[in-house]
C-alpha cells in the first residue's frame, strides 16, 4: 500500500489506483456507508471516494477518474431518459411521477437520490 501524500519532499502524488487499490476501494464502497470506511457520515458520493483514495492509498483521484471507476463497477449513473427507455414501467414512471418529484424537490431545494 502506498504512503499517503503529505507534501513533503520527494512525496508523488500518484493519480490513479493500481487492480488491488481498486478492488479495496470497491469493496469498502458497496459494503456500507462512507462511515464504515472511516470517512464522516452520509451517502456515498465522488467527493467520499476521493477522499477515501486518498486517505488509504495516497491516490488524488480526478473526477474523471472515479467516473471510470464507477463505471467499471457498474454504478455510473444514467441519464434518466437512457434509463426510462429500458422499460415500460420505468418510462410510465418517468413521465407520470419525475416531473412531480422534481417540482417538489425544486421547491424545497432538496436533492433527489435513488
Given at each position: 500500500?502506498?504512503?499517503?501524500?503529505?507534501?513533503?519532499?520527494?512525496?508523488?502524488?500518484?493519480?490513479?489506483?493500481?487492480?488491488?487499490?481498486?478492488?479495496?476501494?470497491?469493496?469498502?464502497?458497496?459494503?456500507?456507508?462512507?462511515?464504515?470506511?472511516?470517512?464522516?457520515?452520509?451517502?456515498?458520493?465522488?467527493?467520499?471516494?476521493?477522499?477515501?483514495?486518498?486517505?488509504?492509498?495516497?491516490?488524488?483521484?480526478?473526477?474523471?477518474?472515479?467516473?471510470?471507476?464507477?463505471?467499471?463497477?457498474?454504478?455510473?449513473?444514467?441519464?434518466?431518459?437512457?434509463?426510462?427507455a429500458r422499460s415500460a414501467a420505468a418510462s410510465a414512471w418517468a413521465v407520470?411521477?419525475?416531473?412531480?418529484?422534481?417540482?417538489?424537490?425544486?421547491?424545497?431545494?432538496?436533492?433527489?437520490?435513488?
Amino acid at each position: 500500500m502506498s504512503a499517503p501524500v503529505d507534501g513533503t519532499a520527494g512525496d508523488e502524488s500518484k493519480d490513479e489506483v493500481d487492480a488491488e487499490q481498486e478492488a479495496d476501494l470497491r469493496r469498502l464502497a458497496l459494503q456500507g456507508p462512507p462511515e464504515a470506511a472511516g470517512l464522516p457520515a452520509g451517502l456515498w458520493d465522488a467527493a467520499a471516494l476521493q477522499s477515501l483514495a486518498q486517505s488509504r492509498h495516497g491516490v488524488v483521484l480526478e473526477a474523471r477518474a472515479v467516473s471510470r471507476l464507477l463505471e467499471r463497477w457498474g454504478l455510473a449513473l444514467q441519464p434518466l431518459p437512457d434509463a426510462a427507455a429500458r422499460s415500460a414501467a420505468a418510462s410510465a414512471w418517468a413521465v407520470a411521477d419525475w416531473p412531480d418529484l422534481l417540482l417538489q424537490a425544486r421547491q424545497r431545494k432538496a436533492k433527489l437520490l435513488w
